[in-house]
């Protein structure tokens, strides 16, 4: 890789987002130098802020910029305040940026660190899976155009085949390059769904059983939203991947993160076939920006998915490594409320400056991204 040049366009969003991606953005020159990659960076401003002052979250002539760039990495967005007249929340690149970047795998490893004291009676290693959560369909397609009164109000849920086929085969390879579950290390797919309720989902199981029938080589096998959710928190250790819907990847991803250490835990990556952006699944929290009291190792683990699928994965171990070193030595220290004691990203970036590359071994278990 030495010599290799990196295109990454960087969104610092709002709230706590400019910081944290600062933070993430010093972390990855720390990791690149050590690999001899350059990073060539730049910035596009869009969120709240940016509705507020233009009527628009995001430069619609800039969605080419991110097509081209070798990954995208965004801070949260959004602002409490900023809604649109039927009260839903403008300025935030969800919808904007899934749809038009065609992103329809969002991509969310749950793992239980060392150092982090999860809400569960789990110990570290006991939790590592990854929600696979379709991300250009289901209820959320229905964003800005559901039919509403002042007395009534519907939102429509669709799935298609094609939709589900690419997420549920995404799921599949993905597992390829897992090593299964921490309780049974059985490489295995959970479709996850209320097809014994609504028929959109019952279409989403089939055509998730006709891809599994491709896949002999990893385990299949349903689960019902809400006995998921019960299962995320009881045995956790059983799950390996897990593929649905993506109003009920929102939920229950934000339930995983719970049993291990918080929202400000989980990175996540929105992965198509000609663009992909990474960012972490928590909010903008402006309520805290400029107080360091946001977690960072979301957006810095964020930004090793991002080395990753750029195929810089030497860079994307060392990230992880040193975030569980600084979790070691204590350099960064997570509170029971989900903030950091002590310790920031500068952290990280210390520690991945003075670990020599050429002994990290890669780290067992994390997201390897499949071919798209």
Same mark, same amino acid.
């Given at each position: 890789?030495?010599?290799?040049?990196?295109?990454?366009? +960087?969104?610092?969003? &709002?709230? =706590?987002g400019p910081d944290l991606l600062a933070g993430a953005v010093a972390v990855m020159r720390a990791a690149a130098g050590q690999v001899g990659v350059a990073l060539d960076i730049e910035t596009i401003d869009a969120?709240?802020?940016?509705?507020?002052? *233009?009527?628009?979250?995001?430069?619609?002539?800039?969605?080419?910029?991110?097509?081209?760039? &070798?990954?995208?990495?965004?801070?949260?967005?959004?602002?409490?305040?900023?809604?649109?007249?039927?009260?839903?929340?403008?300025?935030?690149?969800?919808? @904007?940026?899934?749809?038009?970047? &065609?992103?329809?795998?969002?991509?969310?490893?749950? $793992?239980?660190?060392?150092?982090?004291?999860?809400?569960?009676?789990?110990?570290?290693?006991? =939790?590592?899976?990854? @929600?696979?959560?379709?991300?250009?369909?289901?209820?959320?397609?229905?964003?800005?155009?559901?039919?509403?009164?002042?007395?009534?109000?519907?939102?429509?849920?669709m799935v298609t085949r094609v939709g589900v086929e690419r997420v549920a085969r995404f799921a599949f390879e993905l597992a390829r390059t897992r090593a299964g579950a921490p309780s049974d290390g059985v490489r295995?797919? +959970?479709?996850?769904?209320?097809?014994?309720? !609504?028929?959109?989902?019952?279409?989403? $199981?089939?055509?998730?059983?006709?891809?599994?029938?491709?896949?002999?080589?990893?385990?299949?096998?349903?689960?019902?939203?809400?006995?998921?959710?019960?299962?995320?928190?009881?045995?956790?250790?059983?799950?390996?991947?897990?593929?649905?819907?993506?109003? !009920?990847?929102?939920? !229950?991803?934000?339930?995983?993160?719970?049993?291990?250490?918080?929202?400000?835990?989980?990175? /996540?990556?929105?992965?198509?076939?000609?663009?992909?952006?990474?960012?972490?699944?928590?909010?903008?929290?402006? &309520?805290?920006?400029?107080?360091?009291?946001?977690?960072?190792?979301?957006?810095? !683990? /964020?930004?090793?998915?991002?080395?990753?699928?750029?195929?810089?994965?030497?860079?994307?171990?060392?990230?992880? +490594?040193?975030?569980?070193?600084?979790?070691?030595?204590? +350099?960064?220290?997570?509170? /029971?409320?989900?903030?950091?004691?002590?310790? *920031?990203?500068?952290?990280?970036?210390? @520690?991945?400056?003075?670990?020599?590359?050429? $002994?990290?071994?890669?780290?067992? *278990?994390?997201?390897?991204?499949?071919? *798209?």
């Amino acid at each position: 890789m030495t010599g290799r040049r990196i295109d990454v366009v +960087t969104i610092p969003g &709002d709230g =706590i987002g400019p910081d944290l991606l600062a933070g993430a953005v010093a972390v990855m020159r720390a990791a690149a130098g050590q690999v001899g990659v350059a990073l060539d960076i730049e910035t596009i401003d869009a969120g709240a802020k940016v509705f507020s002052a *233009t009527g628009s979250a995001f430069p619609a002539d800039r969605l080419d910029r991110l097509r081209a760039a &070798d990954g995208v990495l965004k801070g949260p967005v959004g602002l409490p305040e900023v809604r649109h007249p039927d009260g839903t929340e403008a300025g935030v690149l969800g919808g @904007i940026l899934r749809t038009g970047l &065609d992103t329809y795998a969002n991509v969310r490893p749950v $793992r239980l660190l060392p150092g982090i004291a999860g809400a569960t009676r789990h110990a570290p290693g006991e =939790i590592d899976y990854v @929600i696979v959560r379709e991300n250009t369909e289901g209820l959320y397609l229905s964003r800005g155009n559901g039919v509403a009164t002042a007395e009534a109000a519907v939102d429509q849920l669709m799935v298609t085949r094609v939709g589900v086929e690419r997420v549920a085969r995404f799921a599949f390879e993905l597992a390829r390059t897992r090593a299964g579950a921490p309780s049974d290390g059985v490489r295995r797919v +959970t479709c996850v769904d209320k097809s014994n309720v !609504l028929r959109s989902y019952a279409l989403f $199981r089939s055509v998730f059983d006709d891809v599994a029938e491709q896949y002999p080589d990893i385990a299949a096998e349903h689960l019902y939203a809400d006995a998921a959710a019960h299962d995320l928190v009881v045995r956790p250790g059983r799950f390996d991947v897990l593929v649905m819907e993506n109003f !009920l990847g929102d939920i !229950l991803s934000d339930l995983g993160a719970g049993t291990v250490g918080g929202l400000g835990m989980c990175a /996540s990556g929105n992965i198509g076939e000609h663009a992909a952006y990474f960012e972490p699944i928590h909010g903008s929290a402006p &309520d805290i920006a400029g107080t360091d009291r946001a977690n960072p190792i979301s957006q810095i !683990l /964020s930004a090793a998915l991002l080395f990753d699928h750029a195929g810089v994965g030497d860079a994307a171990d060392l990230i992880r +490594t040193a975030v569980v070193g600084a979790l070691g030595e204590a +350099t960064l220290r997570i509170g /029971s409320d989900g903030c950091p004691v002590g310790g *920031t990203a500068a952290a990280v970036a210390e @520690i991945v400056r003075r670990i020599d590359a050429a $002994r990290v071994a890669p780290v067992a *278990t994390v997201v390897s991204w499949p071919e *798209t």
